[in-house]
């Protein structure tokens, strides 16, 4: 091989790397041993075959060979494959070329033991890997693995008694000193890619290839489809390294250590008297190696979407029971299953069951949308079952079914096909009170943990005050999301609640992060938390009712407002004096303090700093006294962010105003009012001097202004009537 013009490929690798739109994330890089290693690796792509070997060269700093199809090795490609170490299946000293690269060190070496890019991939038959057409696996990784151990003993045991032999061996792999052999030895370690996103569309690749070769072959068609797109798109990469393997403990039965220290001269392609045995050690170092390579896997949202669709046991599914079962899932990976997990499993999943504002629910469901293994159908997907179950045509799966090729990626990892089909069988109502149930317990630990982080005596109000609170009620038709206002704890919407729950409303107070602790904890705080705070109480209050109501006082409001133009399906919304303008002095201050903070980091005057400002609030007893900046500014910009969503509200809203609001400038809610874009839309006034009119007097007027337009919703029929079902 030529270093130099290894060395410079490897350099155009990492620039077209930076090029394209790849991801690439590496996992247990400690697992790679000092000295020459054989990688045995998953293969799904041409991608592997090119971007593989230069990451582990800059891991390891040994150069790394890879063992690839004799089919690779035509054309532009071929010539790149020399440059980069490749050798073809077909050289006929490939395996004398690879142990004596093995045994000097100079060298690790790539091989992809399913032979070929493997879409399908099915469970064991009989304790053995196969996939469905039956083709085994190759075995050849594990043969050459232990064929380099079986020398370098062989070497190193001889050498006092037939040093002749040891000679010709010596002379046979070009070894001048036994020195190497001694320090270390060969180790095989599997290694796992997965692609994430999986998509196979037009891109500029493949009109290129139409415009120039016209009607391409299926394989290279389907090929450049899904190659294409992944590099000009975008996908996530992750290589994934397991635990070593020694071949050594494969080497220990009688008849291969009498072959290893037989004095008899044994030609490297001659049949050991051993060879069966060396056979069958292979077959079960193959076995380790495969099942070490697929529970590598590292699962991501289409793996579970994927499965969980083809173990359903009905042809149709709701599509929020389908999110919710996903949902539950994501809480069993992380939980239970030992499974490696995409980096977007490991932050909440909440918002699977709200707007999907990472879209990885409307991506899959338009991928099979597209590819006919599901049709929409009244809020059902109906799916085609026969794309799960008919045999895969292998030179267009990824581009006719993606979604079989992503079920079928996880088939063997049995603990979580496991999950998935209890996940499948879980009956509605089960699911529903499960998700309600690890939503209330998530937000109950979350305050919990948030009260003892940042509790100060003197300031902190009791626990109770403000941990968030469901209070249930004797329909599920309908339910309502309430949530406090800023410097405040869901205690403030407390009165409002009772009074809804005696309507036979199911009611939740939501925590806005930051609150019902102290100012500290609000100062770390932004509209990503507050909105990931209502989510999570939506997702609740959906899951125990059929359709949810969310409103909110203040500020609150406003965050209520957000998830209604996020969620979609919200019944309704209501807002009681929702900020447009301030007019308290704490908040016209806020821009100006903010910006003085700003002069004072570049001067490096920290204890000139201003990072609260005093506050009297109307309820001293719930409402903090001191109002962090940052925080202020956080409501500015959510508020600003806000305008122009509330145009594409449709669902009801109500908006309630104290006519003598000394916080809330009664014109400005009056703006955010006409902004709306709902055909069904109400504005009130009240006569009342004061911010806070859900509690004290005037408060049952507007609780019954609420009560009205709750029972005014489109098929709430009297909210309060009904048994109280599972």
């Known amino acids: 091989m030529n270093r130099k013009a290894y060395l410079a490929t490897g350099r155009m690798i990492a620039m077209l790397q930076g090029f394209s739109k790849l991801r690439v994330n590496v996992h247990g890089k400690e697992h790679i041993p000092e000295g020459p290693v054989v990688f045995v690796v998953n293969h799904f792509t041409r991608i592997e075959t090119v971007l593989l070997p230069y990451h582990i060269y800059r891991l390891t700093k040994i150069p790394v060979w890879s063992l690839a199809d004799a089919s690779l090795f035509a054309g532009p490609l071929g010539r790149f494959l020399d440059l980069m170490g490749a050798v073809s299946t077909k050289n006929p000293d490939r395996d004398r070329v690879i142990v004596k690269t093995l045994l000097t060190g100079e060298a690790s070496w790539i091989i992809f033991p399913e032979g070929r890019m493997v879409k399908d991939k099915e469970l064991f038959k009989k304790h053995l890997l196969l996939p469905p057409s039956g083709v085994r696996p190759r075995s050849g990784a594990a ?93 996530d990469i992750d290589i994934r390294f397991g635990s070593p393997i020694d071949p050594s403990a494969y080497l220990t039965s009688r008849g291969v250590e009498a072959d290893i220290v037989s004095t008899a001269s044994y030609g490297f392609d001659d049949n050991l008297p051993s060879l069966s045995e060396m056979k069958h050690a292979a077959n079960r170092l193959m076995q380790r190696y495969m099942s070490s390579i ?83 159908k009244d809020g059902e997907l109906v799916k085609d079952r026969a794309k799960f179950s008919a045999p895969f045509e292998m030179q267009r799966a990824r581009i006719d079914n993606p979604i079989g090729v992503i079920a079928n990626e996880v088939l063997p990892l049995t603990p979580l096909q496991r999950e998935v089909h209890l996940m499948a069988w879980l009956p509605v109502w089960l699911v529903r009170k499960k998700v309600a149930q690890i939503l209330e317990t998530q937000a109950l630990e979350e305050f919990d943990a948030d009260y003892r982080t940042y509790f100060r005596e003197g300031e902190s109000k009791e626990s109770e005050v403000g941990m968030p609170v469901l209070l249930k009620g004797t329909s599920r038709r309908l339910g309502v999301v309430l949530v406090h206002g800023l410097l405040s704890v869901p205690a403030q919407m407390l009165e409002l609640a009772r009074y809804l729950q005696g309507k036979g409303l199911w009611v939740y107070l939501v925590r806005l992060k930051g609150h019902g602790t102290s100012p500290e904890d609000l100062a770390l705080r932004n509209g990503n938390d507050w909105v990931a705070s209502v989510d999570l109480g939506y997702a609740l209050m959906k899951a125990l009712c059929d359709r949810v109501v969310v409103g909110g006082f203040s500020f609150g409001g406003g965050v209520a407002l957000d998830c209604a133009s996020r969620v979609g399906d919200a019944a309704g919304v209501f807002a009681v004096c929702p900020p447009q303008r301030l007019l308290d002095i704490s908040s016209r201050f806020a821009p100006a303090v903010t910006v003085w903070n700003r002069v004072m980091d570049v001067f490096s005057y920290q204890w000139a700093k201003k990072e609260f400002v005093e506050s009297v ?41 104290s006519e003598g609001d000394p916080v809330v400038d009664p014109r400005g809610s009056q703006r955010l009012f006409e902004m709306l874009g709902s055909e069904h839309k109400s504005y009130r006034r009240f006569p009342l001097k004061r911010h806070g009119i859900l509690a004290g007097a005037g408060s049952e007027e507007v609780h019954a202004a609420v009560g009205a337009f709750l029972d005014a919703m489109p098929g709430a029929g009297g909210v309060g009537e009904g048994p109280l079902r599972e």
């Open 617 to 657: 609030p109307e309820r001293p007893e719930l409402n903090y006294t001191r109002i962090p900046v940052s925080a202020l500014r956080a409501m500015e910009r959510f508020m600003s962010e806000l305008e122009p969503k509330l145009a594409g509200i449709r669902t009801p809203v109500l908006v309630l105003q």
């Open 294 to 376: 697929y529970s590598l896997t590292t699962v991501n949202h289409d793996h579970l979407f994927a499965s969980l669709l083809r173990a359903y046991p009905f042809k149709a599914i709701d599509e929020d029971d389908f999110r919710r079962r996903v949902f539950l899932l994501t809480k069993l990976c992380l939980r239970d299953t030992a499974c490696r997990l995409h980096q977007s499993l490991s932050t909440d999943q909440v918002s699977l069951l709200t707007d999907d504002r990472y879209h990885k629910y409307r991506e899959f469901r338009e991928l099979a949308l597209e590819k006919g293994v599901v049709v929409q």
């Open 143 to 235: 043969t050459l693995a232990l064929r380099t151990e079986f020398y370098r003993q062989r070497m190193l045991r001889l050498q006092g008694v037939a040093p002749e032999e040891v000679a010709r061996l010596q002379g046979m792999f070009q070894i001048p000193d036994l020195g190497p052999l001694k320090k270390v030895k060969c180790h095989i370690v599997p290694v796992n890619i997965t692609y994430y996103p999986l998509r196979a569309r037009e891109n500029a690749l493949s009109r290129l290839t139409e415009l120039f070769l016209g009607e391409a072959p299926l394989h290279l068609k389907e090929e450049i489809l899904t190659e294409g797109s992944m590099l000009l798109s975008g996908v």
